[in-house]
């Protein structure tokens, strides 16, 4: 995503979750595998087991939505963010083995190995 496009996302958004996600994918980008088995598709975010309570925890809020097509809730203004980060993303054909993630500079230094790998 160009700078100035990510900068006015993260501008939009209403909730500091989401522009923490979206800085994240911003600076690292991420991948979409499936549509979680749902007939009309959809997506899912994956994260460790400890971060939706850490959100419950620091923010009252919950990325587990009962009902995605009517948010309600502390987590309605999370989902409705959530939707523009989303459609923001774009998707990268050149990945491979010499242009990790699309090529180009990074943004930012890589993350540390996941697990010591």
């Given amino acids: 995503m160009p700078p100035a496009r990510a900068a006015a996302l ?19 980008g991420g991948y979409l ?16 087991s400890g971060v939706n309570a850490e959100l419950e925890a620091h923010y009252g809020v919950s990325v587990r939505i009962e ?8 987590g309605a203004a999370l989902y409705a963010d959530l939707v523009k980060v989303f459609q923001a993303l774009s998707v990268v054909a050149n990945n ?15 993350p540390p190995p996941i697990c010591g790998a």
């Fill in 67 to 74: 009902n995605p097509l009517k948010p309600t809730g502390q």
């Fill in 33 to 48: 595998v499936d549509d979680t088995g749902s007939e009309e598709g959809g997506g899912a975010i994956c994260m460790e």
């Fill in 96 to 110: 491979g083995p010499q242009s990790v993630g699309g090529g180009g500079t990074p943004r930012v230094p890589p």
């Fill in 10 to 28: 993260l501008a939009a958004l209403a909730t500091e979750p989401a522009r923490r996600i979206a800085q994240a994918l911003v600076d690292f």
